[in-house]
């Protein structure tokens, strides 16, 4: 009976296609004071609730009862997922099977297409690129080979691929799998001497190939000898080919030099970790798609705190949703600092023994400008430089809201903002900016 009452209260903090598609398959296998176990009809959707539906699921239960039980995620052949229709059409979620190499088609995300990719300086390229393979458009050539630390998006655009071509030319005769299953499927064709089948599907029955992770394939000998020949064949015949790498290719170890060199004879490129603007678009547009209202001021925080992975704003967001539904408010800065102190760690500690008038009088000795002056309306980049700093430092080491910020240097809080930006943005973009501030920050942080 508990879960049926969270089941309502996630219907109710959920869109209905999110939840129909994954919390109304889900099955209360066992249920008592300590444990509450919900099975799941397969591997891929249980770990796909654990990263992006477990936290909301207990902060529900939290609410329910004083002491929320443990929650366990099961496999249950014996539960069915939602349906996933393999046509043509938006609503597709699986790549085709084929009957003999079923381990070898990956799951599709719905959300994982190119009007939900946000573009950036640090993805324009990327992003360029496979949209430009999906339509079998030769601008960038048909071979890619595209690089990025975890959780920047590489999935993502793979994927936005595949619904791309699926959705608009069905006909596309399509592989998309890991390296590891490429290379699982090799070594059990070789044990039932079926490798000539197994060959021919890729050479003969192939027009677009995506291998993902292919920096799990240093040191395998074998496999790295068979993908290369595809590669070669697919290549020299003017087919697609898309590969991915958490690792820079001069950078992969225990790699055949002629493999590496066919990886890599299309264009290569990377995802970087996004700048503060593109954070900050990524944030808005989770947001909205939570419908989930969040202040400028909020936005700009988690912004500037979560830095590198993006699946970090994901969770954030989807605690912060998962707070504001069972609070019945929309976010405030107090909710918005817990969700990220538990994502990262936040020394604010420190903010609550320094004053937005000690970072002023820092900077005022620190860059050699009279109070008097940052309080003035001086235009002069000799002055509103120093003023831009003192408001950002301001705003991430005291609990000062932007309206008490922009008092201590006589301005509003839409140009605390903006200077709160407009810093954020030369950390990234200049080294001299980012060593002045790292100066001051370290004066701070040391109590100097």
Known sequence: MLWNTVKKTLCAALPESEYSLWIQPLVCARESSQLLEIACPDRFFCS?????????????????????????LTVSAAVAAAPQPEQNGSGQLRLPGLPRFKAAVRSLHPG??????????????????????ADADPAFGNSLFLTSSTGLGKSHLTQAVVHQVMNSAPQTRLHYLTAQQFSAEMVKCIRENTMEQFSGRF???????????VHTLSGKTKTQEELNNILDYLIKAGKRVILTSAVAPRSLNGLDEDFRSRMTSGLVTDIKAPEYNTRAAIIRHKAAGSHLVLADEHIHLLAEHLQGDIRRIESAVLGLRAKASLSNAPPDTDMVREVLEGLISLDLSNRKSLSGESIRELVSSQFRVSIEELVSRSRKQAVSYPRQIGMYLTRKYTEDSLANIGGLYNRDHS??????????????????????????????EGGK
């Open 48 to 72: 796909w609730v654990r990263d992006r539906y477990l936290k909301l699921i207990e902060a529900s239960l939290g609410s329910l009862t004083g002491s929320p039980p443990v929650v366990s």
């Open 203 to 213: 050479i003969q029955g192939c027009d677009l190939l995506l291998v993902e992770d």
């Open 112 to 133: 994982y297409t190119f009007e939900q990719f946000m573009v950036g300086e640090s993805n324009l390229l990327a992003r360029a690129a496979c949209r430009a393979i």
């Open 415 to 444: 140009t605390v903002l903006y200077a709160i930006k407009a810093v954020s943005r030369d950390i990234v973009q200049k080294s001299s900016v980012r060593q002045q501030v790292e100066m001051l920050a370290d004066k701070l």
